[in-house]
């Protein structure tokens, strides 16, 4: 027979004989007292068991809360839909902008200084929506308020709404330009929003590029905004598809490495945000920087289909031109048409500027382009890219 642990390890026999020492409760004021059994059963644990570590002090409380509070700062999301987004939007356009005009006929250099001083003075993360203000922009010229007839005729259209209505309300009332979108937090919206600000004043973002605008912080409606603000980088073509992407190289250049979408302004004119009842997605591009390749993927939403961007233009990810750039040939021909593409037709953009092929710009060569804002926009016939149909978008809806 096997012999017992206590046989086989003697000292052990020693703990048997030790006494337990009994576990006291901590002294209570005597004002808290009012019963002795209820002074010993709070001082044990709701089980009733006796703890290892004694009573402990203070009350007691879960390791984790049942209900976590939300963060400092941490704002609720409720849905929002497209007409309140309109309605806010029109608002903050009726109400006082905070404007930097730049003068064209006096050199930038000379209105650097001047503008530093202006965007320290109203930086976006410190100006609210409650002082009155609706927009903060730096401009070459003034953007038009939404085009409200726009809105009329196509509320009262009983077709199916299309992007050709869209694209007929667009060329019948004129409204053709379009915008890059940023979405930022406030913790980081003062720097981006002032990079794109001197960038624009120094015709970096080339002759196309008249305003760009940013939101204050806004503490009305918080949940509008999601807690962001917006930067607006706005073009003169919506349907130039060269245009379109030059200018989002030339931001990308600027240093601005968050994700971008592009929204045509009939699209705001009309009242296509966010969650809208006719079912179009508010945007028609979005791009995300790649910045170990020094290009962007721009993606046409909704499709699937997107497209490479750089300083030397836009190129369809085709297997040849994988190869094209390992072995460091570049193409000028025409891209073969994809099968099930819709209708697009992608041809290589020729870059005839280099204005982005450096981190940064001279001021002097800038002064020269900013004199350049009323330069006809280029025509696609004439530089070899054929746009991307805009009727196809109807199906990204």
């Not at 976006?124 to 401009?139: E, F, H, L, Q, Y």
Request: with cysteine.
């Amino acid at each position: 027979m096997s012999e017992s642990l206590l046989e086989k390890y003697p000292h052990l026999k020693l703990l048997t004989k030790l006494k337990k020492l009994p576990v006291l409760p901590l002294p209570v004021p005597a004002a808290a007292k009012t019963d002795e059994n209820e002074n010993t059963m709070s001082s044990l644990p709701s089980s009733g068991r006796i703890s290892l570590l004694g009573p402990g002090v203070g009350a007691r409380s879960p390791l984790v809360p049942l209900h976590p509070l939300p963060p400092p700062g941490h704002i609720p999301h409720k849905k929002v839909f497209a007409e309140d987004l309109f309605a806010a939007s029109v608002a903050a356009d009726d109400d006082q902008w905070l404007q930097f005009q730049v003068e064209e006929a006096v050199p930038a250099k000379q209105q650097l200084d001047q503008l530093k001083m202006w965007l320290m003075a109203n930086s976006p993360s410190t100006i609210t929506r409650s002082s009155g203000v609706g927009w903060i922009a730096v401009k070459f010229k003034d953007k038009g308020k939404k085009v409200l007839e726009a809105k009329a005729a196509w509320d009262s259209y009983e077709g199916e709404k299309s992007m050709d209505v869209v694209n007929n309300l667009a060329d019948e009332f004129n409204v053709k330009g379009g915008k890059w979108l940023c979405h930022l937090p406030t913790s980081m919206i003062d720097q981006v929003w002032g990079k794109l600000a001197t960038t624009l004043m120094c015709g970096g973002l080339g002759p196309s590029v008249y305003m760009v605008k940013v939101s204050p912080v806004e503490d009305i409606d918080p949940n509008l905004a999601r807690g962001e603000h917006v930067i607006c980088v706005y073009n003169t073509d919506y349907k130039d598809t060269e245009q379109v992407m030059r200018v989002e190289n030339l931001m990308r250049s600027a240093g601005v490495a968050t994700i971008l979408n592009y929204k045509p302004d009939i699209f705001s004119a009309l009242g296509i945000y966010r969650n809208n009842k006719w079912g179009f997605r508010p945007t028609i591009y979005s791009s995300k920087v790649m910045m170990m390749e020094g290009r962007s993927r721009v993606e046409t939403v909704g499709t699937g289909k997107w497209y490479y961007n750089s300083s030397k233009g836009l190129l369809y990810p085709s297997s040849s031109s994988v190869g094209e750039e390992k072995t460091g040939i570049s193409s000028t021909g025409v891209r073969d048409r994809e099968k099930g593409n819709s209708g697009f037709v992608m041809k290589k953009i020729i870059d005839d500027k280099k204005l982005a092929a450096g981190p940064g710009f001279r001021l002097e060569s800038m002064d020269k382009m900013k004199n350049m804002q009323d330069r006809t926009p280029l025509n696609p016939s004439n530089t070899g890219l054929n746009m991307f149909p805009m009727e196809s978008l109807d199906k990204m809806m």
